[in-house]
T-cell receptor
Framework: EAQVTQNPRYLITVTGKKLTVTCSQN?????MSWYRQDPGLGLRQIYY???????DKGDVPEGYKVSRKEKRNFPLILESPSPNQTSLYFC??????????FGDGTRLSIL | AQTVTQSQPEMSVQEAETVTLSCTYD???????LFWYKQPPSRQMILVIR??????QNATENRFSVNFQKAAKSFSLKISDSQLGDTAMYFC??????????????FGQGTELSVKP
């Protein structure tokens, strides 16, 4: 089954404690993105990748890092999380010309 | 820069009735895609319908149809015969064909739709 898998689905943590949200897709897609969803703002792109070792900032990249060492994986790293990064996060992938496939989301709470 | 605006934060409709959700967008491009996504309480992002800007014919998927007005930059979603399972947040989204920023989607603020029995 074609899917984008994110883990964890929920995480409560404290300010400053490094965390990683994993994302994996099994469709051999070139393009992968991370979005955050906040009330009244919709979803906004954090980072994206157009292929292995090719990543770039989206619209709201501050406080986040990503890597793309393998085509299927695109982890989101928060080196020193802060409360303003409390949000719902989505990983997405797509092939050239194809629709976006979304993961099921990660609810992140930073105290 | 492209923007997408949904001016109705919340809407409600009686079961079996028809409801229309509004969306306007701004872009200087002539070729692009527009989408409506449904987000139920499970938080999944589910693609409802897609419209290619170069197609004049409005897209339809079962009970869901759009009214695409390219000159007015308007893209509304009509849900016919509303069902309780249609209760969800609905997002309008835009993407350019230039694959700027990895083909990112630009989302509206969302409209929370409640279908009442």
């Amino acid at each position: 089954e074609a899917q984008v898998t994110q883990n964890p689905r929920y995480l409560i943590t404290v300010t400053g404690k490094k965390l990683t949200v994993t994302c994996s897709q099994n469709m051999n897609h070139e393009y992968m993105s991370w979005y955050r969803q906040d009330p009244g703002l919709g979803l906004r792109q954090i980072y994206y990748s157009m292929n292995v070792e090719v990543t770039d900032k989206g619209d709201v990249p501050e406080g986040y890092k990503v890597s793309r060492k393998e085509k299927r994986n695109f982890p989101l790293i928060l080196e020193s999380p802060s409360p303003n990064q409390t949000s719902l996060y989505f990983c997405a992938s797509r092939a050239l010309g194809g629709p976006q496939h979304f993961g099921d989301g990660t609810r992140l709470s930073i105290l | 820069a492209q923007t997408v605006t949904q001016s109705q934060p919340e809407m409600s409709v009686q079961e079996a009735e028809t409801v229309t959700l509004s969306c306007t967008y701004d872009t200087s491009e002539s070729n692009y895609y527009l989408f409506w996504y449904k987000q139920p309480p499970s938080r999944q992002m589910i693609l409802v319908i897609r419209q290619e800007a170069y197609k004049q014919q409005n897209a339809t998927e079962n009970r869901f149809s759009v009214n695409f007005q390219k000159a007015a930059k308007s893209f509304s979603l009509k849900i016919s015969d509303s069902q309780l399972g249609d209760t969800a947040m609905y997002f309008c989204a835009f993407t350019s064909l230039t694959y700027n920023q990895g083909g990112k989607l630009i989302f509206g603020q969302g409209t929370e739709l409640s279908v009442k029995p």
